[in-house]
């Protein structure tokens, strides 16, 4: 018996589960090239239903609120999509002070029993009328409405392996709430305590990412890496906008109910006015985790459980993340790689397959390759329609060994585009739709950024290190960290070669790699033979503003339309004519992997 999930807000996307076992998942921006793509993921939920022909039930994830509204107005999703992107003018001041009021009846959700029977009702409705343009046979399935938070919670909790467990859950708002926190046991879960949306630390946070000119619900990692370029700075306002209340169990606001957008412009006139930009960041980045170290706190001690999972967009903070898993009170820590919104389809699939089956998972997903994947036939297709395309400009040959291959060129210190196998599911690169770089040059950071990314001075880039080398390059290695959901601090007699993967507070974001991609872990187990060290710069492959890619197309797109020159994609090298190391010197290197094979 297998569960489509599905959802359909902002970062909509569909993932299937069954009798515990995530079998697929992905997000329409990836089908789209649309960035955090709002709406029904017609391209997702065809993906997943074309590799599980038994789909017996479906998980709609988020009952009311802006997800009921963009269901019934699909143009106003989009519209939300396109202000938080700063793709349209924001409105003035006195037309958010007069949206504020439908914006406060819509957020808070009272009475909330009204709001999840009418978004139940038109949540089903609206669904089966779209799934039936898929298939008339899905569009006859039972379908089930999973409320926002207990899809986070969900998701967290079914791939964590902890059979018993303290979930949190942090975000804007969904379904009324801006968090909540759980007891998971043996796969049932109890909720202990909500946090209503009118107080949200994910909606301070975001509106601080606005009040910056930056985008939100998608810069905040850009307010995290500045707040590292500021000395220590506190701002009691802060506590006003949102604080938690250890006596009340809550988070708790004096300044009453404000969209981001409103929100953003009293931090300006109150907060950002008096304050450098790094000010402000590293005390909008202190006044956060100390509310959700509390949280944490109070709540482990309230229950003795001392196993953490969490889910919910907050959680993508990974300096928080670190803070909490060196908490000595928490064991062990669990934070959902694809923790925002994308990853409601898989935490309701999950939620109803558990109902269903009653099947729990007791082992942590070892990996979150979900997404689709192409055989070596489909890309040599691609990648031969580009060179026919483009002869003058494109050359390419048959690798037989391409991690020793890939290896070499990142040991000449070249800037390698690699694609392998399924794509990753959620924000992160994991080693198979990424770019890749030696971290022990500096120039590799502003290398990258001017051919490909194009982030801010300030922004770092991630690792991936083997396991076993972890301990020995990190001060504060607890456990393993495969989907890059927490920070480490780089020991000081390792840091130059890890300089160009860590931020200039001498910490890195690493990925550490196991055996759950063995063709990228021989990649880096090669460059060690020739480095010392077990690690490589890692960011996700794709062009600025773009989503990662998806397919053998998008990547070669990636290719053409960067400066970058060379593409490791299956068994195949890609290169640009004329650029080092193409042409001859190319095939003698294939010539002597085959060999070597």
């Known amino acids: 018996m297998t569960v489509l999930g599905i959802g359909d807000a902002h970062d909509s996307g569909a993932a299937a589960v069954e009798r515990g076992a995530v079998t697929g998942a992905v997000n329409e921006e990836r089908f789209t090239k649309n960035k955090n793509e709002f709406g029904f993921p017609y391209h997702s939920i065809r993906h997943i239903h074309s590799g599980n022909s038994s789909i017996d039930a479906v998980a709609l994830a988020w009952i009311g609120g802006s997800a009921l509204i963009s269901r019934v107005f699909p143009g106003w999703g989009s519209y939300r999509r396109k202000l938080w992107r700063r793709e349209v003018p924001k409105p003035s001041r006195v037309s958010m002070h007069l949206s504020n009021m439908a914006y406060r009846f819509i957020q808070n959700q009272r009475p909330r029993k009204a709001w999840e029977l009418v978004g139940s009702y038109v949540g089903r409705n609206v669904t089966r009328k779209r799934l039936a343009h898929i298939s008339h046979d899905l569009s006859a399935k039972r379908i089930y409405v999973v409320e926002h938070h207990m899809a986070h919670v969900a998701s967290a909790y079914y791939t964590s392996g902890f059979k018993d467990a303290l979930i ?14 759980s007891i998971g046991e043996s796969g049932s879960i109890r909720r202990l305590a909500e946090f209503k949306a009118s107080a949200s630390l994910g909606i301070l946070y975001g509106a601080a990412t606005l009040a910056c000119d930056m985008r939100y619900g998608e810069d ?11 000395y220590p700075k506190r701002l009691e306002e802060l506590n006003r906008i949102c604080r938690y209340d250890r006596q009340k169990k809550r988070l708790v606001s004096s300044i009453g109910t404000r969209s981001e957008f409103l929100l953003a412009e009293y931090m300006k006139d109150h907060l950002l006015s008096g304050n450098e930009r790094e000010q402000f960041a590293y005390a909008v980045q202190a006044h956060v985790q100390e509310q959700v170290v509390g949280i944490v706190g109070q709540w482990v001690k309230e229950t003795d459980i001392h196993d953490i999972a969490v889910a919910g967009g907050f959680f993508s903070n990974v300096i928080t993340n670190m803070l909490i898993e060196h908490m000595p009170e928490v064991k062990r820590l669990f934070v959902f790689p694809h923790m925002g919104d994308g990853g409601l389809s898989l935490g309701a699939a999950a939620r109803v397959d558990f109902m269903l089956n009653g099947r729990f998972n007791t082992k942590q997903i070892s990996d979150a390759y979900f ?36 290896a070499e060129l990142l040991s000449e210190n070249r800037i390698l585009l690699w694609f392998q196998n399924a794509m990753e599911y959620g ?13 022990s040059e500096s120039i590799n950071r502003d290398r990258i950024n001017s051919i490909i990314k194009r982030r ?16 020995g390059l990190f001060d504060d290695y607890v456990g393993r960290n495969r989907f890059m959901t927490s920070a480490n601090h780089v020991k000081e007699e390792y840091y130059g070669a890890l300089v160009a993967a860590s931020h200039v507070d001498h910490t890195t974001r690493p990925q550490t790699l196991e055996d759950e991609n063995p063709v990228y872990r021989q990649l880096i187990q090669e460059v060690k033979k020739r480095s010392g060290v077990g690690a490589v710069l890692n960011t996700s492959l794709n062009k600025h503003g773009k989503p990662m890619v998806m397919s053998p197309h998008d990547a070669l797109w990636t290719l053409m ?25 190319g095939m003698r290197r294939s010539a002597e992997n085959r060999l070597a094979e």
């Open 168 to 181: 949190i859950t942090l975000d804007g708002a969904g379904d009324g709430l801006s968090g909540t926190v």
């Open 220 to 230: 905040e990692g850009k307010l995290m890496s500045l707040a590292a370029y500021s």
């Open 371 to 406: 997404g689709p994947s192409y055989t070596n036939e489909q890309i040599e297709e691609a990648v031969t329609a580009l060179a026919r395309e483009n002869p003058q400009d494109i050359e390419y040959d048959e690798i037989g060994n391409v991690a020793k291959y890939g």
């Open 427 to 439: 924000p992160r690169a994991l080693g198979n739709r990424s770019v890749l770089a030696l971290p």
């Open 456 to 471: 801010p001075y300030y922004q770092p880039f991630a690792s991936t290190v083997l396991a076993e080398d972890a301990s």
């Open 561 to 585: 339309n960067t400066g970058a020159d060379t593409l490791i994609i299956g068994d195949y090298v890609v290169r640009k004519v004329g650029q080092p190391g193409s042409a001859k010197e």
